[in-house]
């Protein structure tokens, strides 16, 4: 029961976002959508930056789903652009607040998910014996890339299709991964 109540102020939160800014949404503009009390929310969250960054965390994981491999992180990429383009308003109103650090996170954490796993596996696949910590170092490297590529194209308006981003990562990633891995196995050996 915790969790459908926490998805449906999520949900009357991203509402509530399409028609105004965070700073200017109350906790009784959420309970009163619900149909709960204050107390309700309060229960489960301390207040509103409590609950906007509650729903990116919550819905990080549906983002990627299984899509975090080699072969597939284009398609992971795809579906954190299409998960933000379903929820433009809510984007774009978290980008533009002063909340933005919980657009930053959610992007960061979700992207950093994926590129370990393409890292990994590829690492187990390729045999490659790149250290954990070097592959946390080369996913951090790619992921300001991608979260910057995200953040600027939210900032213009999401207006280029979420393909053709991918795409264009996708053909200027191709083989880097690897390369990177080898590059810094054989830098840790030394």
């Not at 950093?112 to 490297?141: H, S, T, W």
Request: net charge neutral; charged share 30%.
């Amino acid at each position: 029961m915790s969790q459908i109540t926490k998805k449906a102020l999520a949900a009357s939160l991203k509402n509530q976002m399409k028609a105004k800014p965070i700073d200017k949404i109350t906790v009784t503009d959420i309970v009163e959508e619900c149909g709960v009390g204050r107390q309700t929310f309060y229960y489960h969250f301390k207040d509103i930056y409590d609950l906007l960054e509650w729903t990116y965390l919550d819905e990080t994981g549906r983002v990627l789903g299984d899509a975090r491999t080699y072969e597939s992180w284009p398609d992971g990429f795809a579906r954190v652009l299409a998960y933000l383009m379903e929820n433009k308003a809510f984007v774009t109103s978290t980008y533009h607040s002063v909340s933005r650090e919980y657009l930053e996170r959610f992007l960061n954490g979700v992207t950093r998910e994926l590129l370990l796993g393409v890292l990994q596996e590829q690492n187990e696949k390729d045999g490659i014996e790149c250290p954990e910590d070097c592959m946390e170092y080369i996913a951090e490297f790619y992921k300001y890339g991608f979260v910057g590529l995200t953040l600027d194209w939210i900032r213009d308006g999401m207006k280029r299709p979420p393909k053709e981003i991918v795409e264009r990562l996708s053909r200027m990633l191709r083989g880097s991964f690897e390369a990177a891995m080898q590059k810094m196995s054989h830098k840790t050996r030394r």
